[in-house]
T-cell receptor, first 114, second 110 residues
């Protein structure tokens, strides 16, 4: 297993456009998380899936954000009508259900909205 | 919600020096992890340590849950230790959601 994969690594988009990011977790991990990190800050939790069920969403996740995890495998995070304030690093992580060992982050997708 | 405070915010060391990073948290936790974010942005899991002491090579960590703090020790620092060190805590047994501190930025000079 090669760890948590995220695609793309970088995305530059114009304000108002929609963007979609993909995350492939470690295959045996059934928990998947999305975080957002802005410059100089720690990552902030956005949402969490256990298998295909989205069980928690942060208030940071406005109506323009949606996340899916069909079939409990990869996940996508879509941002509609992007704003300059959406510019950030979007990080995906996965872990097992039992205990919190193996919490592994991907390399992230850096979004720049111009 | 729970507050996580890390100190110091910045630290500059000469190669070979030792250092101690601190993480204070405002409520009981059942999950505490230390991460290193390298200059390329990758977050690496160092320790899962909700209580007790662990060691891994030149790094060790201690969490005193009753007093709500954790310490990360780096001995004989190397330039490759540079980056940002984050403490992250969780309070729910139902999810693995983590609340991160602001981080300690470490620069190790040759």
């Amino acid at each position: 297993d090669t760890g948590v994969s995220q695609d793309p690594r970088h995305k530059i988009t114009k304000r108002g456009q929609n963007v979609t990011f993909r995350c492939d977790p470690i295959s045996e991990h059934n928990r998947l998380y999305w975080y957002r990190q802005t410059l100089g800050q720690g990552p902030e939790f956005l949402t969490y899936f256990q298998n295909e069920a989205q069980l928690e969403k942060s208030r940071l996740l406005s109506d323009r954000f949606s996340a899916e995890r069909p079939k409990g495998s990869f996940s996508t995070l879509e941002i509609q009508r992007t704003e300059q304030g959406d510019s950030a690093m979007y990080l995906c992580a996965s872990s097992t259900t039992t205990g919190f060992h193996g919490y592994t982050f991907g390399s992230g997708t850096r979004l720049t909205v111009v | 919600g729970i507050q996580v405070e890390q100190s110091p915010p910045d630290l500059i060391l000469q190669e070979g020096a030792n250092s101690t990073l601190r993480c204070n948290f405002s409520d009981s936790v059942n999950n505490l992890q230390w991460f290193h974010q390298n200059p390329w942005g990758q977050l690496i899991n160092l320790f899962y340590i909700p209580s007790g002491t662990k060691q891994n090579g030149r790094l060790s960590a201690t969490t005193v849950a009753t007093e709500r703090y954790s310490l990360l020790y780096i001995s004989s620092s190397q330039t490759t230790d540079s980056g940002v060190y984050f403490c992250a805590v969780g309070t729910s047994s139902n999810t693995g959601k983590l609340i991160f501190g602001q981080g300690t930025t470490l620069q190790v000079k040759p």
